[in-house]
């Protein structure tokens, strides 16, 4: 076969990232490494992931290159597997992944970042909230403390009384982070009614899918879990928006890049990084249970 256009910029430090990236459209179409069609690749992926973490007493990617957005991307791969699968020997080493990101949490602002204890930001705690939300429903014991002070790093970057989000600090607040950060409290809690949930996912509404698939991958999946009028009338647009970019010919057919290369991260992750998020956000449909089915494990979650 050829190589395909738009590798990620940063592989081999990455590469654990990469993995996980690679692995999780898989198991949002049900598959696993104990049954389907991609067993086999997936076996290998999965079997990758917890042979790193266990040679590193769960961290899970390179201190020389990667950082802990590494971890959170490992963490939810494994507890979607472990919990798709039921498959014992996963429970220990996803566990030890999540217990690296509950003691990485910086312990005065309660956020993430790059490395262990550093200050939050915004895109890193949505990564590791995701981590660890999916490890809770696979019946992975969370720390509800961690979850408290995650919330509290949202207080922090939070402005217009919760609806918008910036990245350090309150500051500068952008649709993509507000996407993450009101996808964070819909994990925590927030019901669709919360003042702050409707004005902030209005504004979203407002601006529609676009070329950043980092903020559709957020912002889909709150539409998603608001349902009613909003989800349909941002499933009509998000959805031929993708399916038109799709490549259809050569060794790139099926994958996506063009149209997407200048979103958040789509240069560091190409190809690979673009096809991952444009099969999750298409998948959505079916990958997650809509929030407001499961407002009591919400609530063992943040308590």
């Not at 590494?70 to 919990?83: D, F, N």
């Not at 690296?100 to 890193?124: E, K, L, N, V």
């Not at 979850?147 to 500068?172: C, I, P």
Request: aromatic fraction near 10%; hydrophobic fraction near 35%; glycine fraction near 12%.
């Amino acid at each position: 076969m050829g190589q395909c256009s738009h590798g990620s910029s940063d592989a081999k430090a990455e590469r654990a990232a990469a993995t996980a990236l690679a692995l999780l459209p898989y198991l949002g179409r049900g598959e696993t490494h104990l049954k389907g069609s991609y067993r086999r690749q997936i076996q290998g992926g999965i079997g990758y992931l917890v042979t790193l973490a266990a040679a590193n007493n769960g961290r899970a990617y390179n201190p020389e290159g990667g950082t802990l957005y590494t971890q959170g991307l490992v963490g939810i791969a494994l507890s979607e597997c472990y919990a798709m699968s039921r498959d014992p020997s996963l429970k220990a080493p996803t566990q030890a992944v999540l217990n690296y990101i509950m003691a990485s949490q910086d312990s005065a602002g309660g956020g993430w970042r790059y490395h262990p204890g550093q200050a939050g930001d915004t895109s890193a705690v949505g990564w590791q909230v995701m981590a660890l939300k999916s490890g809770f429903m696979a019946g992975i014991p969370i720390n509800p403390l961690t979850v408290s002070k995650a919330g509290e790093f949202l207080d922090f970057v939070q402005s217009e009384n919760g609806a918008r989000y910036g990245y350090l600090d309150k500051s500068s607040p952008s649709d993509a982070r507000s996407a993450v950060g009101l996808l964070c409290r819909m994990y925590m809690g927030w019901k669709k009614d919360h003042p702050a949930m409707q004005a902030g996912v209005k504004l979203l509404a407002e601006r529609g899918p676009t070329n950043d698939l980092y903020y559709d991958y957020y912002a889909t999946q709150i539409m998603h879990h608001m349902g009613g009028d909003l989800w349909t009338a941002w499933n009509d647009k998000m959805k031929p928006l993708l399916l038109s970019k799709q490549a259809s010919e050569g060794d790139e057919g099926g994958s996506w890049f063009d149209g997407f290369g200048t979103g958040h991260a789509s240069d560091v992750g190409g190809r690979l990084y673009c096809t991952s998020m444009a099969t999750m956000i298409l998948e959505v449909y079916y990958r997650h249970l809509p929030m407001y089915q499961t407002e009591g494990l919400e609530r063992e979650f943040r308590e």
